[in-house]
């Protein structure tokens, strides 16, 4: 794991992480020498033009120097499979083959100079020998770029691309579909972007409400100031506030504000602590919709409706808050929180959040699980694991891969030490002295506090009573599979921890979560009305 010295500085890269770089370039020269040597073994007889001698000299070298490059080649995948991520020992002599291959480029290059020049004066030579000499050429010229760099670039353009994709469905529970814009005079309020109104189509065509059902909509997005909506709901007869989740770069310096602050809200609470980002954006929806009278014009239209908040992600967080911030004024607001984070309430507001508030979370989704705390105790495992692992880097990823593409279960690969034997151990990892035989006693697996100050990063807590989808049965992969899930309650204590599955991410999705929810509502076998824990029901709307 320990980052590879190499001319006197330490490089990002480790001595395992070569095996797949490495057999990647090693295939390519092998395919390139059963070519050549082909070439070669065919079409000797047909070399004596003028400058023939030279191309069969070229030819011969050219075979000879591919083969010594084979052979180290081999050597760097073979010593890079060998050790541990915590035990590069047995890959000591990595460096000096680094080296070697290194020097064979000077070489290399120098011949392909030569080559070049060669072929230039023996056109008369037989065409299938000169071609596949200026191939071989142009194939070297090809290779001396970093094969890295040309496998990074599309691969990031295409993560951004997706990451793009996503960002743009996240608009609180939304699913991807097609824009219907429309270039029309609005009779809603609205506030910010979206000047042709397809933010807005897409929102009618999901939600199937009229322009006329619409109160309010701010699209005004800063940070701690998060895009809203005011509807009316008449088929449940409420008057629904949703808030966006996280969608811009705004919205994650929101999210990163992970202090701990007071919330006034006017009840006699012990501690009334919260996400400091999430707090300050539940204040500003607060001024909004009570300061700007958009409640009081929405309620002023239906005064017999009841108030209803929702949100996604960071918008189920603020819309928790703001509920809670509402309580007083409005005692029968009901709060309906998909996806929230774990990281947002104090044990005593969680308690009383649950007599209004129900969260929704969709499998090992990671946001639920995500605080300040939850992110020490990830580290903490992490690293052990890697300390006490005893499978080579490759074997893990490669394992990992089979996992995320077919499922299946991922404790079938063992990792801990045969006999809990640490002796092998012989390198710190990331400074982490704990990880070793002789641990340090400034930091302890044991230890509960994140940080030094644990007033600033006290533990919180996810938002009102949960229910939890879970997948039924092993996770698959397969396009063909569709997924079934059930519906429970669950305490908070279950998503304690951060779980690390190919699910971690995509669970989180808006879509993907209102398809599993669409699959649960549509089993008539699947309770999700049954009463949570301490027998009583949670008032549903």
Known sequence: MPGMVLFGRRWAIASDDLVFPGLFELCLRVLWWIGILTLY???????????????????????????VIICTLSAIVYVSMKGTICNPGPRKSMAKLLYIRLALFL??????????????????????????????????????CPVTLRQASPFSTSSRTVSRTRSLRKWSAIPPGPPSCRSRTTEYDLVGGDQLNCHFGSILQTTGLQYRDFIHISFHDKVYELPFIVALDHKKECVVVAVRGTMSLQDILTDLSAESETLDIGCELQDCSAHKGISQAARYLYRRLISDGILSQAFSIAPEYRLVIVGHSLGAGAAALLAIMLRNTYPLVRCYAFSPPRGLLSKSLYEYSKKFTVSLVLGKDVIPRLSVTNMEDLKKRILRVIAHCNKPKYKILLRGCWYGLFGGNPDDLPTELDGGNHQDLAQPLLGEQSLLTHRSPEYSFSSDSPLESPTKYPPLYPPGRIIHLEEEGPSRRCSCYTAQYTAKWSHESKFSKILIGPKMLTDHMPDILMKALDRVVSDRAVCVSCPAPGGSNVDMV
Do not use: N
């Not at 000797?44 to 591919?66: E, N, P, T």
């Not at 050429?137 to 001396?144: D, E, G, K, P, S």
């Open 41 to 67: 073994l065919r079409h000797r007889g047909k070399l004596d033009c003028a400058g023939g001698v030279l191309l069969s000299s070229y030819m011969i070298v050219l075979i000879v120097l591919l083969a």
């Open 107 to 144: 070489p290399e290059m120098v011949w392909a100079c030569l080559g070049a020049a060669w072929i230039a004066d023996s056109f008369q030579c037989d065409k299938i020998v000169v071609s596949g000499i200026i191939a071989t050429v142009v194939i070297r010229t090809q290779t001396w």
